[in-house]
């Protein structure tokens, strides 16, 4: 599994991590072998948030006895973002996450609080050592600038948003802005939370006959191609052990120039929309 710097904060990342959106629907033994399974491939950052029901729990089961090896990362949600709600909702994520610390702590997208407090809050927490850095999520270039300014230069590890073949909107500006500001970006809903490309239109075809070249997977070479940039990560949701091994291959996996271009053509980046897609 390949590893890269996260922005500022001093550790490597697996290329390829692991979602948890929903993973409460299935049955648990079977989603806590899913991440274990992960883990054991190398996919040791693990992405949740107090929005997912009860995905923390499931990933403080998954994790319970390995916590050294996790990248760890949740998400406060924008309602509950004042200095002293962050602070709360980070303890509550920690006790649900059987776990005293998160790697990464982020605003889930911007809402009606001051990022300057929430900000403080994230700022609270790494002092105490409850979160060793933190980020944002679904912020376009505007929301970006205005993190900088109130988090102060340097500050904010990441931003996580919506990137997959069929949804490339942040290549315009966000990922532009976020590398030159030493940003990482970690993609999504990396198979378009479930709809991915059909194996009988062009780009499907395309994936396939790459595939085959490699003698791997679709969805490895689809993941392979949202980082191929070297400031980006992905964080694929599987909730069994061979989706998660299948997602785990792509950090083995190396592309030529000339299959990026032709993946590129296939998924055409589309125009720039006014306003950042979220899911
Ligand atoms: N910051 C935000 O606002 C935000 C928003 C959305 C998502 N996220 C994060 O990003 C993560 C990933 O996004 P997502 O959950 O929306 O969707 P996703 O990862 O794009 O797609 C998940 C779907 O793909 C299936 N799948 C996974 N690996 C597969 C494989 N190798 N072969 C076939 N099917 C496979 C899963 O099935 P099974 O479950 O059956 O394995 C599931 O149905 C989330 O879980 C969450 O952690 C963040």
Same mark, same amino acid.
């Given at each position: 599994?390949?590893?890269?710097?996260?922005?500022?904060?001093?550790?490597?990342?697996?290329?390829?991590?692991?979602?948890?959106?929903?993973?409460?629907?299935?049955?648990?033994?079977?989603?806590?072998?899913?991440?274990?399974?992960?883990?054991?491939?190398?996919?040791?950052?693990?992405?949740?948030?107090?929005?997912?029901?009860?995905?923390?729990?499931?990933?403080?089961?998954?994790?319970?006895?390995?916590?050294?090896?996790?990248?760890?990362? &949740? #998400?406060?949600?924008?309602?509950?973002?004042?200095? %002293? $709600?962050?602070?709360?909702?980070?303890? *509550? &994520?920690?006790?649900?996450?059987?776990?005293?610390?998160?790697?990464?702590?982020?605003?889930?997208?911007?809402? %009606?609080?001051?990022?300057?407090?929430?900000?403080?809050?994230?700022?609270?927490?790494?002092?105490?050592? #409850?979160?060793? &850095?933190?980020?944002?999520?679904?912020?376009?270039?505007?929301?970006?600038?205005? =993190?900088?300014?109130?988090? $102060? +230069?340097?500050?904010?590890?990441?931003?996580?948003?919506?990137?997959?073949? +069929?949804?490339?909107?942040?290549?315009?500006?966000?990922?532009?802005?976020?590398? +030159?500001?030493?940003?990482?970006?970690? =993609?999504?809903?990396?198979?378009?939370?479930?709809?991915?490309?059909?194996?009988?239109?062009?780009?499907? *075809?395309?994936?396939?006959?790459?595939? +085959?070249?490699?003698?791997?997977?679709?969805?490895?070479?689809?993941?392979?191609?949202?980082?191929?940039?070297? &400031?980006?990560?992905?964080?694929? #949701?599987?909730?069994?052990?061979?989706?998660?091994?299948?997602? =785990?291959?792509?950090?083995?996996?190396?592309?030529?120039?000339?299959?990026?271009?032709?993946?590129?053509?296939?998924?055409?980046? $589309?125009?720039?929309? *006014? *306003?950042?897609?979220?899911?």
């Amino acid at each position: 599994m390949e590893r890269r710097p996260f922005g500022p904060v001093p550790r490597n990342v697996p290329v390829i991590g692991q979602g948890t959106w929903y993973i409460d629907d299935a049955h648990r033994p079977t989603a806590v072998a899913a991440l274990r399974n992960g883990l054991d491939l190398g996919m040791t950052h693990i992405d949740t948030a107090e929005m997912y029901g009860d995905a923390e729990l499931v990933v403080g089961e998954a994790i319970s006895g390995r916590r050294d090896e996790v990248f760890l990362v &949740s #998400k406060v949600l924008p309602s509950n973002a004042s200095i %002293s $709600g962050t602070v709360t909702a980070c303890e *509550r &994520s920690l006790a649900r996450l059987r776990t005293d610390r998160l790697d990464c702590y982020l605003l889930h997208w911007p809402g %009606s609080y001051p990022l300057e407090d929430t900000f403080e809050g994230f700022e609270r927490l790494r002092e105490q050592g #409850k979160i060793l &850095s933190w980020g944002v999520s679904n912020f376009d270039v505007p929301d970006l600038e205005a =993190a900088w300014a109130a988090g $102060g +230069e340097g500050r904010m590890a990441c931003n996580q948003v919506l990137y997959h073949l +069929e949804e490339r909107a942040i290549e315009h500006a966000v990922l532009p802005w976020c590398e +030159e500001h030493g940003v990482v970006t970690v =993609a999504y809903s990396p198979f378009g939370h479930g709809v991915f490309p059909d194996p009988t239109s062009r780009g499907g *075809r395309v994936l396939a006959e790459i595939a +085959e070249s490699h003698f791997t997977t679709v969805r490895r070479v689809a993941l392979r191609f949202l980082v191929r940039r070297s &400031s980006t990560f992905t964080i694929p #949701k599987a909730s069994s052990a061979e989706h998660a091994a299948d997602n =785990a291959g792509a950090g083995a996996i190396i592309l030529t120039e000339a299959e990026l271009a032709r993946i590129d053509t296939a998924f055409p980046l $589309g125009p720039r929309p *006014r *306003r950042l897609p979220m899911l």
